[in-house]
T-cell receptor, first 112, second 115 residues
């Protein structure tokens, strides 16, 4: 199983940049890395995805080193509304059917 | 598009009762799955389906049954409810089954309490 490891929780202050790192030592060659965000009492929602180097969208940036054994989600200038749980996902090694296994996620708390 | 819908939103059961959580999607997605999320914890995969008539077990399948008779619907059945099944249940779907690039879309969840 491709397994991910993330910090359990992080605190930050409004206006700061937040970086959340995920380890995925057994990532398969064809796998992408996907991050989801979950607010309290809601289902997770997609925020960003990448394969290598850097990806940026209107919400976040994703940095992936050449060996792809880890990835870092970067949230610029966080606000209170960014308080959520952030999950990093990679797939199982190529074996046909896909399973999306979520880890424990990182609980981000943004303080005023 | 309504996306992924789940019913009911809330449910209270007594130990030993059975019930079915409903999940439907209108995006013609092949892949559907059920997760449970216990308080303060991450999501754990219960069962998933890669198409009508095809289902498989996830991480925590015991005590749950699923079936997929149509592309749109993926109900989750609790056979004999236990207090350990108190949780929030999320249904999700994605377009295909063979690519890690596909985005999963989640329903709003069903909050289940077993007394």
């Amino acid at each position: 199983l491709a397994k991910t490891t993330q910090p359990i929780s992080m605190d930050s202050y409004e206006g700061q940049e937040v970086n959340i790192t995920c380890s995925h030592n057994n990532i398969a060659t064809n796998d992408y890395i996907t991050w989801y965000q979950q607010f309290p009492s809601q289902g997770p929602r997609f925020i960003i995805q990448g394969y290598k180097t850097k990806v940026t969208n209107e919400v976040a940036s994703l940095f992936i080193p050449a060996d792809r054994k880890s990835s870092t989600l970067s949230l610029p200038r966080v606000s209170l509304s960014d308080t959520a749980v952030y999950y990093c996902l990679v797939g199982e090694p190529p074996s046909g059917t896909y399973k999306y296994i979520f880890g424990t996620g990182t609980r981000l708390k943004v303080l005023a | 598009n309504a996306g992924v819908t789940q019913t009911p939103k809330f449910q209270v059961l007594k130990t030993g009762q059975s019930m079915t959580l409903q999940c439907a999607q209108d995006m013609n997605h092949e892949y559907m799955s059920w997760y449970r999320q216990d308080p303060g914890m991450g999501l754990r995969l219960i069962h998933y389906s890669v198409g009508a008539g095809i289902t498989d077990q996830g991480e925590v399948p015991n005590g749950y049954n699923v079936s997929r008779s149509t592309t749109e619907d993926f109900p989750l059945r609790l056979l004999s409810a236990a207090p350990s099944q108190t949780s929030v249940y999320f249904c999700a779907s994605s377009l295909s089954t063979y690519s890690s690039t596909d985005t999963q879309y989640f329903g709003p969840g069903t909050r289940l309490t077993v007394l």
